[in-house]
């Protein structure tokens, strides 16, 4: 297996430290590290694996950090330029980025431009800026591999096909998150601690409040058209709530191949860092004797419309996903604060993406003016500040 010297943004995160610990296991290099604010673990991930340099965007925070390990050969930087740098480091062959948020597009352009592998765990990355990373990325000839389990998934069922005229459609599951079955009315006073209880998956906040609204599975939906080169009417959603298949392709032959395998992000993380190679993994062994049923359902998509508004977004092209993408941030973290309503996430995110302007063809500047366009419109159109 051909050794590699990773850079991992986000490295402090649920990706981040599952990352570290699969670098751990098969011996490989760490040549850079970036987080938020996170001292503690980022300085007992310094002194672990001995980076080049390490960043944090809190610029306090990098400032005790630097302090902290001032007997070390790690040279601290700040801001998303310090993660920038950490993107672009020049040991580092493959990039894993687990930025949350809007916040990691910059990241993932530096890191094509400087020509790194691309493992990609932050999936706004391709919902803001699609058309600029895919396009950056194939003139670089620069690989980009999906973390999510089910972008992995779907990446490893189409091995082997000898083109995509072959593909008919893909099949996103989804686990329906904690409100799976209740109506709109039975989430009208739904708390944040009530949307928190994932099923199945361990993960931070947002991405776990995203679940709740399954505006989660809508952004999937657009990085798989990015992903995989595919009209957004030939991705079907299936609610499956053992999340056991992670996802499935369909061929023209109506052959449907899925991917299996228990709820651990170590297998996605470890394919895209071994790929195309296997090894032998952290995660435990699938016994289906033991699962007994898999079940499945059609998507709510009237309670749950975070879905149909995120594949309008795609449909529509342009800036109408980065407008969505960035609305629905500003919602979730409201929503996380207490200023509205688990249903009002929804409706403010359809509303703004609806008030977005129609373009063919944009900037990394414009994707980032859309951010805050999109951001003070949710705060307008919420009445709270």
């Not at 530096?110 to 803001?128: F, P, R, S």
């Not at 089910?150 to 082997?160: M, N, Y």
């Not at 944040?192 to 409040?209: F, R």
């Not at 995989?228 to 709530?241: D, W, Y």
Request: glycine content about 8%; some cysteine.
């Amino acid at each position: 297996m051909t050794t590699k010297n990773l850079s991992i943004l986000g490295s402090t995160g649920s990706i981040g430290t599952q990352s570290l610990e699969t670098a751990r296991k098969c011996g490989y290099s760490v040549s850079a590290l970036s987080a938020y604010s996170n001292v503690d673990l980022i300085e007992a991930q310094i002194r672990e694996f001995k980076p080049q340099i390490a960043a944090l965007v809190d610029e306090n925070s990098a400032k005790e950090l630097k302090i902290r390990v001032a007997d070390t050969d790690t040279k601290v930087l700040s801001g998303l330029s310090g993660v920038c740098e950490c993107a672009a480091c020049s040991d580092a062959d493959t990039v894993i980025n687990s930025v949350v948020g809007m916040a990691g597009l910059r990241p993932t352009l530096t890191a094509i431009e400087c020509g790194k592998k691309i493992a990609l765990a932050n999936k706004e990355t391709l919902v803001a800026g699609g058309l600029l990373v895919t396009t950056n990325a194939k003139a670089k000839g620069v690989d980009i591999l999906p973390v999510d389990s089910e972008h992995s998934a779907i990446f490893q069922c189409l091995q082997g096909q000898p083109t995509n005229r072959a593909l008919k459609r893909i099949i996103l599951t989804a686990s329906g998150g904690p409100f799976f079955g209740k109506t709109r009315e039975e989430l009208e006073k739904v708390t944040v601690v009530d949307a928190l209880k994932h099923p199945n998956w361990s993960m931070g906040q947002k991405i776990t409040i995203d679940s709740a609204t399954m505006m989660n599975k809508g952004l999937e939906l657009i990085e798989a058209v990015w992903l995989f080169g595919v009209h957004p009417s030939k991705i079907e959603i299936v609610v499956h709530r053992e999340s056991i298949i992670h996802s499935a392709v369909e061929y023209t032959d109506n052959a449907v191949i899925a991917q299996l395998g228990l709820p651990d992000m170590k297998i996605p993380i470890q394919y895209a860092l071994t790929y195309p190679e296997r090894i032998e993994s952290l995660t435990g062994e699938l016994d289906l004797t033991k699962l007994g049923t898999l079940t499945f359902y059609k998507p709510d998509y009237d309670t749950f419309k975070c879905m149909n508004i995120c594949r309008e977004a795609i449909s529509r092209g342009g800036l109408y996903p980065a407008f969505a993408n960035s609305a629905n941030e500003q919602a979730n973290f409201m929503f996380r604060q207490g200023k509205i309503g688990f249903l009002e996430i929804g409706e403010l995110v359809e509303r703004v993406m609806n008030d977005a302007p129609k373009v063919d063809t944009y900037t990394v500047d414009d994707v980032y003016n859309a951010d805050i366009e999109a951001r003070n419109l949710v705060i307008k159109y919420s009445g709270k500040q």
